[in-house]
């Protein structure tokens, strides 16, 4: 069974991995995005699988955390999306003050 | 080869990779979320070193609430176009001494480790025999609150240091006022959603892991770290703003805990021969009521350090007004 | 009995972890960002949702068991919420109007 669940973690870890790769490489910011949420819920599988197959005690309260840190990660990747660009010209008094967005 | 070898090999390997994409990374945008994804998978890594203490504060401090700084800190940062072409060769030799420092430190530290007599040297033996004295079941709980308290009690001070740090930063007409790092425009009504569903439940964990950290993986600062996140996604979507900085009730909050632990400390001259002592049937019960004055005061730094330094209100009226802005 | 509760670990296991191949195969051929949202959410949250089922005969009961479910929900809950915030701010937003140095920003 410990190697059973082993094998079943690895597996998803490579999932996640894949997963990874492809949001990270996504053309523009709004991919990078998903990152959290991907692993808000591989993650924690890999997570659970790792803890309950090497019966490590307390993983189920490190799940937890991870699954409101993931959201709360997604919250500030969301908020934090809209930053100004790239200031044109005349805007340069513009960038130098301090915006108020996350 | 066994399974749990290629398992760890390949965690190892994924974790390299998104470093060194991390540090490659064309934006300041993408480069934190690949630290923010780093931290939370280095904290499956402590999980298989048998470390969920440290993986807990991983996930929470280390990749968490540094991601929502960092993202802050990267937004606030000037889109410079390209630098001049003038010290390119110059940039370059840094960039490859740095490298090179790199290197030699992370050589440094494989050696140390690799090198290690077997086995290993460790106080842990003491440690664990040491703890029936204090009542805990926690090791690393009776390491920070009883073996180094000290170092728990300055680390507490230094949060509230920091975050006088933070607020020095304020412009002189908005000192005193609410923070405003965390103003969005106009949440969305998923993100209102969120604040309302999510924090009960992050508040019940966060007790939780602080409370349980006397026998089990957890402690005060990973369940301070959580209550604050919760918090802050409360702030964000507007339900409730933050406070005014100047507030006496905020200010005690934030010292009770250093103030609480030190005290205590304080007590142990008399009662128990030495400062941060704890008299011998005293020392559970005491340990847990500096736990609780910690996390309070833990998640309200944590928090605050979250939500910026106090600026100029935009709208005086509203933001006197607690409600969801949509 | 003990037969039956192993037996039912390795399938309700193998079972998620197709699931996180679908998601994640979702997520490497959709053409769009909407899409690879919808593939991550739905199908890791069901691959979660199995294999804490098939995790839950290996961890003492009731606590750890309740604990695991725990975890599920959470993850369901945050996951639904997030998809729908991440799908918001994903959409392309109209262009920012600045006016007098006063940013406006409509719904993220």
Same mark, same amino acid.
Request: aromatic letters at 6%; proline letters at 7%.
């Given at each position: ?6 094998? $079943?973690?690895?597996?998803?870890l490579v999932?996640?991995a894949?997963?990874?790769i ?7 910011d ?9 692993l808000g ?9 790792l803890?309950?197959a090497?019966g ?9 955390m ?9 919250v500030a990747?969301v908020t ?10 005349g ?12 | 080869?066994?399974?749990?070898l ?7 390997l ?5 470093a060194?994409w991390?540090?490659?990374a ?5 480069a934190?979320?690949? +630290?923010?994804a780093?931290?939370l998978?280095?904290a499956?890594?402590w999980?298989?070193? =048998?470390?969920?203490d440290?993986a807990?504060?991983?996930a929470?401090l280390?990749?968490g609430?540094?991601g929502?700084?960092?993202l @802050?800190?990267a937004?606030?940062?000037?889109h410079?176009? #390209? ?5 390119? %060769?110059g ?16 050589a ?12 290993a ?6 440690a664990?025999?040491?703890? !029936?004295?204090?009542g805990?079941?926690n ?7 009883a073996?180094?308290a000290i ?8 949060l ?7 607020w ?13 790092a965390?103003?969005i425009?106009?949440?969305?009504? %998923?993100?209102?959603?969120l ?8 508040i019940? *964990?966060?007790i ?9 993986p957890?402690?005060?600062f990973?369940? %301070?770290?959580?209550l604050?996140?919760?918090?802050a996604? *409360?702030?964000?979507?507007g339900?409730?703003p933050?406070p005014?900085?100047?507030? @006496?009730?905020?200010r005690?909050?934030?010292?009770v805990g ?6 205590i400390?304080?007590?142990g001259v008399?009662?128990?021969?030495? +400062?941060? =002592?704890?008299p #011998?049937d005293?020392?559970? !019960?005491?340990i847990?009521a500096i736990e609780? %004055?910690l996390?309070?005061?833990?998640? $309200? ?5 979250l939500?910026?330094p !106090?600026a &100029?209100d935009p709208d005086p &009226? ?5 409600? &969801?802005?949509s | ?12 296991v ?6 996180f191949?679908a ?5 490497l051929?959709f053409p769009?960002?909407l899409?690879r949202?919808?593939?991550?959410t ?9 294999v804490?089922l ?12 309740l604990?695991?479910?725990?975890v599920?929900?959470?993850a369901?809950?945050a ?13 392309p937003? !109209?262009p ?11 719904h993220?």
């Amino acid at each position: 069974m410990t190697e059973f669940l082993l094998g $079943a973690a690895l597996f998803v870890l490579v999932t996640v991995a894949l997963g990874l790769i492809r949001v990270l490489r996504g053309p523009d910011d709004a991919d990078r995005m998903l990152a959290a949420q991907l692993l808000g819920t591989g993650g924690v599988a890999v997570l659970l699988l790792l803890g309950v197959a090497n019966g490590v005690n307390g993983v189920a309260d490190l799940a937890l955390m991870l699954a409101l840190l993931a959201a709360f990660a997604s919250v500030a990747f969301v908020t934090g999306v809209g930053q100004p660009g790239p200031p044109a010209p005349g805007a340069a008094a513009d960038a130098a003050r301090p915006s108020e967005q996350p | 080869m066994s399974l749990a070898l290629v398992g760890d090999l390949s965690l190892a390997l994924l974790i390299l990779g998104l470093a060194v994409w991390t540090i490659g990374a064309r934006g300041a945008y993408g480069a934190v979320v690949g +630290f923010v994804a780093y931290g939370l998978l280095v904290a499956l890594v402590w999980v298989r070193l =048998a470390a969920v203490d440290v993986a807990l504060t991983e996930a929470a401090l280390g990749s968490g609430l540094m991601g929502l700084l960092l993202l @802050r800190a990267a937004a606030r940062l000037p889109h410079d176009p #390209a630098p001049p072409a003038a010290g390119r %060769a110059g940039r370059l030799a840094l960039r490859v001494l740095v490298g090179l420092a790199c290197a030699a430190l992370a050589a440094g530290l494989a050696a140390v480790v690799l090198l290690l007599p077997e086995p290993a040297p460790s106080l842990a033996a003491a440690a664990g025999a040491a703890l !029936p004295a204090t009542g805990l079941g926690n090791p690393v709980a009776g390491v920070l609150l009883a073996y180094r308290a000290i170092d728990t009690l300055l680390e507490a001070v230094v949060l509230v240091l920091a975050l006088i740090g933070l607020w020095s930063l304020a412009a002189d007409d908005a000192w005193g006022g609410r923070p405003g790092a965390l103003r969005i425009g106009q949440p969305g009504p %998923a993100l209102v959603l969120l604040a309302q569903l999510l924090p009960p439940l992050g508040i019940l *964990v966060g007790i939780h892991l602080a409370w349980t950290g006397a026998n089990h993986p957890g402690g005060a600062f990973q369940g %301070a770290a959580v209550l604050a996140a919760m918090w802050a996604i *409360v702030m964000v979507a507007g339900l409730s703003p933050p406070p005014r900085v100047d507030r @006496r009730a905020v200010r005690l909050v934030l010292v009770v805990g250093a103030a609480l632990f030190f005290a205590i400390g304080i007590g142990g001259v008399w009662w128990a021969d030495a +400062f941060l =002592a704890y008299p #011998a049937d005293w020392a559970k !019960p005491l340990i847990l009521a500096i736990e609780a %004055a910690l996390t309070l005061s833990l998640a $309200a730094a944590l928090g605050l350090l979250l939500a910026g330094p !106090p600026a &100029v209100d935009p709208d005086p &009226v509203a933001a006197g007004r607690a409600g &969801v802005r949509s | 009995m003990s037969l039956a509760l192993d037996l039912l670990t390795i399938v309700a296991v193998s079972l998620g972890a197709v699931f996180f191949l679908a998601g994640t195969l979702g997520l490497l051929r959709f053409p769009d960002t909407l899409t690879r949202l919808h593939a991550l959410t739905k199908a890791d949250n069901l691959g979660l949702g199995l294999v804490v089922l098939g995790l839950l005969p290996q961890v003492d009961w009731p606590l750890g068991a309740l604990k695991l479910s725990a975890v599920w929900l959470l993850a369901l809950l945050a996951g639904a919420t997030v998809g729908q915030l991440l799908g918001a701010a994903v959409r392309p937003p !109209p262009p920012v109007a600045r006016v007098a140095g006063v940013a406006e920003e409509s719904h993220p």
